[in-house]
């Protein structure tokens, strides 16, 4: 039987390691990108904040931390809006590169 501390070590590890799969497999629209990284930053945040509590302390760094992940979404959707409002689409393959 597993106990409970190795499950709460090894579901978010499962779920940045399938972050990281989505993330390069499906990564021809910036919108499967930009989940792929978010689902990456709860893993990572999951895992930071099963680990800081088996410890006792330092719960505000996962408190920071979840609110860069915030940012970095609102970001990528900012970056996602102004793309798909400049290019029409959120295709990776059609954006030009040497375009200013």
């Not at 990564?27 to 689902?39: G, T, V």
Request: aromatic content about 16%; some cysteine; glycine content about 8%.
């Amino acid at each position: 039987m597993v106990n409970f501390s190795s499950a709460m070590v090894f579901v978010p590890m499962v779920m940045i390691f399938c972050g990281v799969w989505g993330f390069i497999a499906y990564s021809k629209h910036m919108l499967n990108s930009l989940l792929s990284l978010e689902f990456m930053m709860l893993g990572v945040f999951w895992l930071m904040s099963s680990q800081l509590a088996l410890v006792g302390s330092e719960i505000y760094f996962s408190l920071f931390f979840l609110t860069l992940a915030a940012c970095e979404g609102a970001l990528g959707l900012t970056m996602l809006i102004l793309v798909v409002r400049s290019h029409g689409n959120d295709v990776f393959s059609s954006f030009n590169l040497l375009e200013c």
